[in-house]
């Protein structure tokens, strides 16, 4: 999906509600764990510029930009298994402390 200021991948449609993934920006020097980088077929495929990459924290938007493209099966399996995997490791991160920082 291209919205006006930013790109994002449309994972699902929940309840008139879409499940999006932003496409951060090769500009973006942070990294985060949840960050899948994309080859350039794939980027290609999608209609987006090359050296950009999902990050695969979903949150819930409504659906008012463009389709640009679609992405592979392979993909959105991938994503899938990001997305699983940052929820399980937020989970276990926020079962010690609520998800706030230490203080010493």
């Known amino acids: 999906m291209r919205f006006k200021r930013r790109d994002a991948l449309c994972l699902d449609i929940v309840s008139g ?15 985060h764990r949840a960050d899948l980088p994309l080859s350039m077929m794939e980027c290609a495929n999608a209609g987006l510029r090359p050296d950009v990459r999902i990050r695969c924290w979903p ?19 991938a994503v899938d298994g990001r997305v699983q995997r940052e929820a399980m490791l937020r989970q276990f991160e926020n079962s010690f402390g609520g998800g706030h920082p230490l203080t010493m």
Do not use: H, K, Q, Y
Request: glycine share 8%; with cysteine; proline share 3%.
């Open 17 to 31: 509600l879409s499940l999006l993934c932003d496409i951060v920006p090769a500009t973006e020097n942070t990294w």
């Open 59 to 77: 949150r819930f938007g409504l659906m008012r930009g463009n389709v640009s493209g679609r992405v592979s099966n392979a993909l959105l399996i």
